[in-house]
């Protein structure tokens, strides 16, 4: 009994070792960006953790580098928070309606327009990128917020995780709602939306992550200074400053923060989110 005691504790004690090793691998690329951030400049990149620390990557940042020039920090902030929060949220709608369509509602074409969701999952963005573009162009959504929220409006991931977890609630639910007199769009709200928190976590998490990321999109759709994005701005800004590595890691430690704090804040919704996924 005392030999198998002690064998369990060594296993044990391994693998809490190599959980914090992993951990640690995991953590430590995050935590190099954000010490290097404040590292004093002739230390950046020379040691795993700097000892002397200052805010000059930060200041150098927020007065425009060797141009001199204010950058429109607060106006490309605001610009980023409000084209991911719509884009967003226009996604998560769209999503709940296309999927409560197609996992509740019978009607023709119902299973070609679910193989069509699934067929085109395997596009490529980049290949509509293109005439996408030329659309909002032609429609002169050009250089405007809509330009940027619109393309963006429907996630077809967020269709088929809505449609899948949709499935799985009992049609019980909805014909006794429909004997009350409810409509479908008030048993979407009021009884499948509810039901369904912990995957809205996740398909949130995802999305505006995804939104928040994005540069490519946003950096074809404009051209005015006062509209661009987060990721657009630093990406002119460290075009011919490549060589700064001290304020490019502050700018990085900036365009994350937002999102480990949502992942931080949703954390345990998000964890039985991805529970139900993985059964």
């Known amino acids: 009994m005392v ?6 504790t060594g296993k044990l004690v391994v693998r809490y070792v190599v959980a914090a090793i992993l951990l640690f691998m995991m953590v430590y690329p995050y935590l190099y960006m954000v010490l ?6 002739t230390q950046i990149d020379r040691k795993f953790i700097p000892n002397s620390f200052s805010t000059k990557s930060y200041e150098w940042l927020f007065s425009g580098g060797e141009t001199g020039i204010t950058r429109p920090w607060v106006s490309s902030f605001f610009n980023s928070v409000l ?3 719509a884009s967003t949220a226009l996604m ?4 709940i309606m296309v999927a409560y369509a197609l996992s509740k509602l019978n009607f023709r074409g119902r299973d070609t327009i679910n193989n069509f969701v699934l067929f085109h999952m395997f596009f490529p963005a980049i290949i509509l990128l293109i005439p996408t573009f030329l659309i909002v162009q032609k429609v002169g959504l050009y250089d405007t917020y809509w330009g940027m929220i619109l393309p963006k409006a429907v996630s077809l991931w967020a269709i088929f995780m809505y449609t899948n977890f949709f ?5 019980v639910f909805i014909e006794a709602a429909k004997l009350d007199g409810a409509s479908d769009f008030k048993i979407m709200y009021r009884i499948m939306l509810p039901m369904s928190k912990s995957i809205t976590t996740v398909i949130f998490l995802f999305l505006i992550m995804e939104r928040w990321t994005e540069l490519l ?12 994005t987060l990721n657009v701005l630093l990406s002119q800004m460290f075009g011919p400053y490549g060589t700064y590595p001290g304020p490019l890691y502050a700018a990085s430690v900036l365009l994350t923060l937002p999102i480990i704090i949502l992942f931080i804040f949703f954390g345990k919704k998000f964890q039985e989110g991805m529970q139900f996924n993985l059964k």
Do not use: E, T
Request: proline share 3%.
């Open 167 to 171: 499935k799985a609630i009992p049609s």
């Open 83 to 85: 084209v991911s929060i």
């Open 3 to 8: 030999g198998s005691n002690r064998n369990s």
């Open 36 to 41: 290097n951030s404040f590292a004093d400049w």
């Open 217 to 228: 999109w946003d950096m074809i759709i404009v051209r005015s200074d006062d509209m661009l």
């Open 92 to 95: 998560m709608m769209s999503g």
